[in-house]
């Protein structure tokens, strides 16, 4: 069975924002942790470079240091994009080959000229539209 925490009480977290939490990252000290303890409270100039270590991972999990390096979470993320983008362009090449009808005759170079052709032919729009940029008497563009 799982034991909820109570969030009303002060909680340890590693942030760089606030580097010293309310509550020690340690609290049950074993027999030496506990024994360091009390001769913390003495000179520090007595303790070993370990021993002052073993009093900081003590109270911290992580150094400032450790916390303000970078991880590597961009590479799983940069990774599943790239997956997210592969996967979808298969999806999309496969509508396109096997779902996606053939493309209409109309969508051809040949029939937009012969469609161009007999819309200028019928006189479309001739005051603003299609047939007012074309010269009937030069039988060309208007320029």
């Known amino acids: ?8 009480l002060p909680m ?5 924002d606030t580097p010293l939490p309310d509550v020690p990252y340690q609290r049950e000290l074993s027999g030496p942790q ?3 303890k009390l001769k913390e409270r003495g000179s520090w100039k007595e303790l070993t470079r370990e ?7 003590m109270m911290f999990k992580q150094s400032y240091a450790e916390m303000k390096k970078p991880s590597n979470e961009w590479k799983t993320v940069v ?5 997210f983008i592969g996967i979808t362009s ?9 779902v ?8 051809t170079d040949e029939w937009k000229a012969m469609q161009a052709k007999r819309m200028i032919d019928t006189r479309v729009n001739p005051v603003e539209g299609f047939s007012a940029k074309w010269d009937y008497e030069r039988k060309e563009w208007k320029k």
């Open 1 to 8: 069975v799982a034991k909820q925490a109570d969030m009303s």
């Open 12 to 16: 340890y977290w590693d942030r760089r």
């Open 34 to 36: 506990e024994s360091l």
């Open 51 to 57: 021993e002052q270590i073993a009093l900081y991972r």
């Open 79 to 83: 990774g599943g994009v790239f997956i």
């Open 90 to 98: 298969l999806v999309v090449w496969w509508q396109r080959v096997f």
């Open 100 to 107: 996606y009808p053939p493309r209409p005759h109309t969508l």
